[in-house]
């Protein structure tokens, strides 16, 4: 499975940003996805995950209700970022399971995907 992540850029403090990741090898037809992020001189840590057919959505508390996670037919993943933050100043990565579904106590943790994209910068300025 190869992931291609876009849609990063230079945002100011309460703007919006749309972030894609096209799914492309996977002989599936359906995969477990997820975005992570990476802040300078920080961990990677886990943002938002969605399961399989889509049905399940996971978030961190740092992003309920400003962040929406969503797939397509395709395997193309989304993540919809609303009143940004400067603490959201990072490298976004999309991740892909074809193995395990998501669940609450799993999706959280990087191990568990097998598939990662490049990243694409996030930056929000204050």
């Known amino acids: 499975v190869q992931l291609q992540a876009s849609g990063g850029g230079l945002v100011e403090a309460g703007e919006s940003l749309s972030l894609s990741c096209a799914a492309s090898?996977?002989?599936?037809?359906?995969?477990?996805m997820a975005w992570f992020r990476q802040a300078p001189g920080k961990e990677r840590e886990s943002v938002a995950g969605?399961?399989?057919?889509?049905?399940?959505t996971f978030y961190e508390d740092s992003v309920k209700g400003r962040f929406t996670i969503s797939k397509d037919a395709k395997n193309t993943l989304y993540l919809q970022m609303n009143s940004l933050r400067p603490e959201d100043t990072a490298v976004y990565y999309c991740?892909?399971?074809?193995?395990?579904?998501?669940?609450?106590?799993?999706?959280?943790?990087?191990?568990?995907?097998?598939?990662w994209g490049q990243g694409t910068l996030v930056t929000v300025s204050s």
């Open positions: 991740a892909a399971d074809d193995v395990l579904d998501l669940t609450s106590s799993s999706w959280y943790q990087p191990n568990l995907y097998d598939h």
């Open positions: 090898g996977h002989t599936f037809s359906s995969l477990a």
């Open positions: 969605i399961s399989w057919g889509g049905g399940k």
